[in-house]
């Protein structure tokens, strides 16, 4: 087969869930965010998941992923959509049942016109200057079911906008500020309901979240390069000496970015092989000439390289590797 597996441990991903949960003050509710299909890893698995852990609340980017989200959970849980009321919205927002987090008096008035007693929320902003009412700007006749805001400066637990931001953030009723890095800054920044996110699925800033994801390629083909021999587009990698060197089946198409080669490794088992040369768009090259046998097949996640060791080689963050993975892999969840 020469498609690469990419396996998805939702068990793992629950026991995240429940740490963040239990990190989070007593009395407060722990949602779950969602969006860009579950951070790539598919929202029709992960969101009945988290249902049977206990989430009730759930976060996603756009009405159209609510809509998915819905159509997986049923009724029940409520599903929050961050970028509010857009225009076009109404029936999905309606027949779904989803939330709006209302940005702008644009969006107050598009709601209040298309869906008059609709629940709704609202988003501030406190400091991120990217969503949200700046602040007097929110009309006193409002009552939203849930006031939000985000911190701009989370995964840096001593920056100062972290304080800034959460003394700005006054809001009239039941309130999240905190994502992951928020709920790593203390029961002050939690007040009534959290919403993970990267820390669900393995990512930092939650260090001691578990590995969600791991993925093995197949090898295609193996040969010898001579002494000064190049390998690749550009002629990037020059062979200091005679080495065997393996192709692999996978590449930037499939989110494994063109800038980790030459810093990246692919393992077999416990051992690191580097990688040789530019990824290109279906292919990887990686040095295999210390390993005793040819393998079948290389890990490039595993619990060696994380997604976010991965993305320090790419010069990048692990939400961006993790949201990259493409449709081409043959996805095995395990604990469904």
């Known amino acids: 087969m020469g498609q690469a597996t990419l396996s998805i441990d939702l068990d793992a991903l629950v026991e995240n869930w429940r740490a963040l949960d239990a990190l989070s003050a007593p009395t407060v509710e722990t949602a779950a965010v969602v969006k860009a299909d579950a951070y790539g890893l598919g929202i029709a698995a992960v969101g009945p998941k988290l249902a049977e852990a206990g989430a009730r609340t ?5 009405a159209e992923e609510g809509a998915a989200l ?48 609709h629940p709704y929320g609202v988003q501030t902003d406190t400091g991120m200057n990217r969503l949200g009412f ?7 006749v409002l009552s939203p079911v849930l006031t939000i805001s985000h911190l701009a400066c989370s995964d840096t637990p001593k920056h100062p906008q972290n304080e800034a931001q959460r003394a ?8 999240s500020l905190a994502a992951t890095g928020g709920i790593l800054l203390g029961p002050k920044y939690h007040f009534d309901l959290t919403r993970p996110g990267i820390g669900l699925y393995g990512g930092l800033p939650f260090e001691g979240a578990l590995p969600v994801v791991s993925l093995e390629i197949p090898l295609i083909q193996s040969r010898l390069v001579a002494q000064q021999e190049s390998v690749g587009y550009g002629a990037s990698w020059i062979a200091p000496d005679q080495r065997r060197i393996a192709t692999l089946s ?15 490794h692919l393992y077999h088992g416990d051992t690191p092989c580097p ?10 090259t990686v040095d295999i000439t210390h390993l005793r046998e040819i393998p079948e097949s290389l890990s490039i996640l595993n619990k060696h390289q994380t997604i976010d060791t991965l993305a320090a080689a790419a010069g990048t963050i692990g939400y961006e590797i993790l949201t990259s993975l493409g449709t081409r892999y043959n996805r095995v969840y395990k604990g469904g």
Do not use: K, W
């Open 250 to 264: 996978a590449g930037y198409a499939d989110g494994l970015i063109r800038a980790m080669g030459n810093r990246a």
């Open 58 to 62: 759930y976060f996603v980017a756009l």
């Open 168 to 175: 700005a953030f006054t809001p009239e009723g039941r309130a």
């Open 134 to 140: 700046e602040p007097g700007e929110m009309p006193d």
């Open 70 to 117: 819905r159509a997986s959970l049923g009724e029940g849980p409520s599903v929050h959509v961050f970028s509010g009321h857009m225009s076009g919205d109404a029936l999905l927002l309606r027949d779904h049942n989803l939330t709006p987090l209302l940005n702008s008096a644009e969006q107050i008035a598009r709601h209040f016109q298309a869906l008059p007693g």
């Open 275 to 284: 990688i040789v040369g530019r990824v290109s768009m279906d292919l990887i």
